[in-house]
């Protein structure tokens, strides 16, 4: 460890950031140097205008055009006409079958669960609540009043 002597002093330090700086920058800040040496926002030049757009270059701003499909892709389809509404009748019997549930949220699976549990709870709650209710009550007013 080096001793407080050895150490340069604040002030060495300053001057040598400030050397290292003129040293590394042209025209930066340096000892005897005017401020007004140091080019500022004004002093930068002027950005050269953008070139013209050039015809490769897709313009936001135009519409695109799609070209219509070709006559023996729609003559051609995947499925027979015959396959298509045998298949759009199955679905729609399907979609006349399913019911809409009454209570939003009921047809996830939590739903339909929180459905099933609603009459065991209520049956629990009726046989045990009244129970529940009187020994937290008697408990509550031992402990107000002190006596157990």
Do not use: C, Y
Request: overall charge negative; proline content about 12%.
């Amino acid at each position: 460890m080096g001793t407080a002597s050895s150490e340069p002093s604040m002030e060495e330090i300053l001057a040598s950031i400030k050397r290292i700086i003129a040293d590394d920058e042209p025209g930066a800040f340096a000892p005897g140097r005017s401020l007004r040496a140091v080019p500022g926002p004004e002093d930068a030049p002027e950005p050269a205008p953008l070139d013209p757009p050039h015809e490769d270059v897709l313009e936001l701003s135009d519409p695109i055009v799609h070209a219509p499909a070709s006559p023996a892709v729609a003559a051609d389809p995947i499925l027979s006409d015959r396959v298509a509404e045998a298949s759009r009748e199955k679905l729609e019997a399907l979609s006349r079958l399913v019911v809409k549930p009454q209570v939003p949220g009921a047809d996830t699976l939590e739903g339909l669960v929180r459905e099933m549990l609603k009459p065991m709870l209520r049956d629990w709650l009726d046989q045990n609540l009244p129970q529940i209710v009187e020994r937290i009550v008697a408990s509550e007013i031992a402990r107000i009043t002190g006596s157990r």
